[in-house]
């Protein structure tokens, strides 16, 4: 394993090319996003993705696991049921802490098929944007809490080291059945104003 300082989300062009070396290699990547740490790997790499299950301590059939895209417009290639409105309202969203749930396009590998949908997530701290610039597809990611960072630092392939990341959660958006029919599962640090038009007035909201 190899550790790697990033300052003010800001890595090193080395580290970046590790860390892609790692993952095209079927390795998995702890690095900093703009909510929390994450330990992901290529959503191509079905081994890879075993090993993410294993170090989650979840079945593969079980994950909650989201999908880092490297742009808004990326969404059509690997979801199902993106229409003009609900892109508009994701171009709204994106990139920004909102991981939003869909069904899942067949693009999407099949050993990622377990629920058919899919959380999707499109982020502009700078370590996603240079991860994803470099790959030649989207990383499938799970969080880590703070308090198990070390634990997971040890497991993985690289680390990339911010330092302490506040304990922020993304809100979670559920629009696998439609637009109509939006549902705020949690929410975090993305704000909601925006999205009250299209809840029902009784849509109970998970405070973080």
Same mark, same amino acid.
């Given at each position: 394993?190899?550790?790697?300082?990033?300052?003010?989300?800001?890595?090193?062009?080395?580290?970046?090319?590790?860390?892609?070396?790692?993952?095209?290699?079927?390795?998995?990547?702890?690095?900093?996003?703009?909510?929390?740490?994450?330990?992901?790997?290529?959503?191509?790499?079905?081994?890879?993705?075993?090993?993410?299950?294993?170090?989650?301590?979840?079945?593969?059939?079980?994950?909650?696991?989201?999908?880092?895209?490297?742009?808004?417009?990326?969404?059509?290639?690997?979801?199902?049921?993106?229409?003009?409105?609900?892109?508009?309202?994701?171009?709204?969203?994106?990139?920004?802490?909102?991981?939003?749930?869909?069904?899942?396009?067949?693009?999407?590998?099949?050993?990622?098929?377990?629920?058919?949908?899919?959380?999707?997530?499109?982020? !502009?701290?700078? #370590?996603? &944007?240079? @991860?994803?610039?470099?790959?030649?597809? $989207?990383?499938? *990611?799970?969080?880590?809490? =703070?308090?198990?960072?070390?634990?997971? !630092?040890?497991? #993985?392939? &690289?680390? @990339?080291?911010?330092?302490?990341?506040? $304990?922020?959660? *993304?809100?979670?958006?559920? =629009?696998?059945?439609?637009?109509?029919?939006?549902?705020?599962?949690?929410?975090?640090?993305?704000?909601?104003?925006?999205?009250?038009?299209?809840?029902?007035?009784?849509?109970?909201?998970?405070?973080?």
């Amino acid at each position: 394993m190899a550790r790697w300082e990033v300052r003010e989300g800001i890595p090193h062009k080395r580290a970046i090319l590790r860390a892609q070396r790692a993952l095209e290699g079927g390795g998995i990547v702890l690095y900093p996003t703009d909510t929390t740490y994450a330990i992901g790997c290529l959503i191509s790499q079905k081994a890879a993705f075993e090993r993410l299950c294993r170090l989650k301590g979840v079945r593969p059939d079980k994950n909650l696991f989201s999908v880092f895209l490297p742009s808004v417009s990326a969404i059509g290639t690997y979801a199902l049921g993106v229409d003009t409105p609900t892109y508009r309202l994701l171009r709204r969203l994106w990139p920004g802490p909102y991981t939003v749930i869909l069904r899942a396009g067949p693009a999407i590998p099949r050993h990622l098929w377990y629920r058919k949908t899919i959380g999707f997530r499109v982020s !502009a701290y700078p #370590v996603v &944007e240079a @991860l994803l610039e470099a790959l030649s597809c $989207p990383i499938v *990611t799970a969080s880590v809490p =703070l308090e198990s960072w070390a634990s997971y !630092a040890a497991q #993985v392939d &690289e680390v @990339l080291d911010a330092g302490p990341l506040p $304990p922020n959660q *993304t809100t979670v958006l559920d =629009l696998s059945e439609g637009l109509a029919a939006l549902r705020v599962l949690r929410q975090g640090s993305g704000p909601i104003e925006n999205l009250l038009p299209f809840l029902p007035s009784t849509e109970p909201l998970q405070e973080t």
